[in-house]
C-alpha cells in the first residue's frame, strides 16, 4: 500500500493533534502508523516560516478501500493513571499502534496511539 508522510504542529494541543490525525485518516482512507517527534525548528532571525517549531512526524498507509478507517485515540502517559491506559488499550477491539516520544504544546510528552 502507498504511504504518504505530513508534519503536524507540536505546539498544538493532544486533543487538536488527533483531530488531525483523525481528519487525515479519513480524507485519505489511510492510518496512522507511525507517529513520532521531530527535531525543534528554530526560526532564523525571528524570520517567519511555515515550519512548525515543534514538529511532529507522520506516516500513513492508504488502506483497502473496502476497509473502515478506525479513529486514533491518544493518551499522554503521564497525565493518566496507568489503569485509565491498561483500560484503553482493553477496549473491544482496541490495540496500541504506537508508543513514541511527540510534541504537545511545545514540550515533549510520551504518547500512546490506540485504534
Known sequence: ?????????????????EDSLNTAQSLLHAEVKIYAKGERV??????????P????????????????????????LGDV???DIRQAGQQPSRSRIFFSDVFVGGVVKKVAGYR
Do not use: Y
Not at 517549531?53 to 499522554?76: C, G, M, S, Y
Open 53 to 76: 517549531q515543534h514538529p511532529n512526524f507522520v506516516t500513513i498507509e492508504r488502506i483497502d478501500d473496502f476497509v473502515n478507517v478506525k479513529d486514533i485515540f491518544l493518551v499522554i
Open 81 to 83: 493513571a496507568a489503569e
Open 42 to 51: 528554530a526560526p532564523a532571525n525571528g524570520a517567519a516560516t511555515t515550519v
Open 1 to 17: 500500500m502507498e504511504e504518504k508522510h505530513f508534519v503536524l504542529d507540536g505546539d498544538s494541543s493532544l486533543q487538536q493533534q
